[in-house]
């Protein structure tokens, strides 16, 4: 599984906005619904900030399996 459609699968299963997303990782909230929809690159900054956000960790893509 691609890490948009996982990040994207966390944010729906704990029903956080992508506006709530954007305040508090201090992208965009385009930028926030480029990368779940798999329509922008994800750097590797803001992959940890996701995480951290979402608090899940980096692990979790390595072995491609939501929680």
């Given amino acids: 599984m691609k890490i948009n459609r996982i990040f ?3 944010v ?3 029903g956080i906005k992508q ?3 954007a305040e ?3 992208m965009t909230a385009d930028m ?3 990368i ?3 329509e922008r690159r994800i750097m590797a900054d803001e992959f940890l900030t996701l995480c951290e956000v ?3 960790s980096p692990e979790l893509f390595r072995s491609n399996k939501v929680a």
């Fill in 8 to 10: 994207a699968e966390i």
């Fill in 12 to 14: 729906e299963q704990k």
């Fill in 19 to 21: 506006a709530y997303l």
């Fill in 24 to 26: 508090k990782t201090g």
């Fill in 32 to 34: 926030i619904s480029k």
């Fill in 36 to 38: 779940l929809r798999g």
């Fill in 54 to 56: 979402l608090e899940v």
